[in-house]
């Protein structure tokens, strides 16, 4: 998106070549840089950030926590490949460069969710079904996804788009995923008292919501919805 991220898990080593921000504004280029190289770097980034910020109170296998670390690394996963989806085929330059910034901020989320996890000493899937973690979390789920995840049909579909049709469909499944995982982080946020937790969700909820309004203003611009 340039954009300024309301917040961050915590610090993380400075990178001559890539700066990772939870969400840009759209028109920032990463140049020459390998696409693999910044996935690996958003992980590795990701990992250091939980590694930097022990809890001295670890989370259970049941908790809140845990749940949301490991159904929002799920969530993420689908963000980072729409997003890169978006950023080698989508024919705006805005379009594209949005869908980097929401892969590389998403991956890095992941590995800090990842980290929790070992830290914790929980593995990374747990007794409970898809959002038992929250409170009527289940009675969420439409057909066994959770909030905001596109089905199977429309991942497909954005996969086999050309043109033109990448950026609208990309726009139209990342705006609904973006308001599941609003609220997949004020159901965490309602419920931890853990400080990591609540930097990492706070962090997601005011990046992705600053996120909807760039892709709303890109589907105005574009004349797709």
Not at 63 to 84: L, P, T, W
Not at 126 to 146: F, K, Q, S
Not at 170 to 182: A, E, P, T, V, Y
């Amino acid at each position: 998106m340039p954009v300024t991220t309301p917040s961050e898990e915590t610090e993380t080593p400075d990178v001559d070549e890539v700066e990772v921000t939870e969400a840009r504004q759209p028109g920032r280029r990463f140049g020459t840089v390998a696409l693999a190289l910044c996935i690996v770097l958003g992980l590795i980034l990701g990992y250091a950030a939980g590694l930097l910020t022990p809890s001295l109170r670890d989370p259970g296998n049941t908790s809140a926590e845990a749940g949301f670390a490991r159904d929002m690394k799920i969530h993420h996963a689908q963000a980072v490949e729409m997003g890169m989806i978006a950023y080698q085929r989508a024919t705006d330059p805005d379009v594209r460069s949005l869908g980097l910034d929401i892969a590389l901020a998403q991956q890095n989320q992941i590995g800090q969710m990842d980290t929790w996890l070992q830290n914790w000493g929980l593995g990374p899937t747990g007794p409970d079904p898809a959002m038992a973690w929250m409170p009527e979390g289940e009675e969420a789920l439409v057909d066994g996804r959770m909030p905001g995840m596109a089905t199977d049909a429309e991942m497909a579909q954005l996969r086999e788009a050309t043109g033109k049709d990448v950026d609208a469909i990309f726009l139209r499944l990342m705006k609904q995923h973006h308001l599941g995982g609003i609220h997949m982080a004020d159901g965490v946020l309602a419920q931890t008292d853990n400080d990591q937790v609540k930097r990492l969700a706070t962090a997601m909820k005011e990046g992705q919501q600053y996120e909807i309004t760039v892709l709303t203003d890109l589907q105005k611009r574009l004349g797709v919805s």
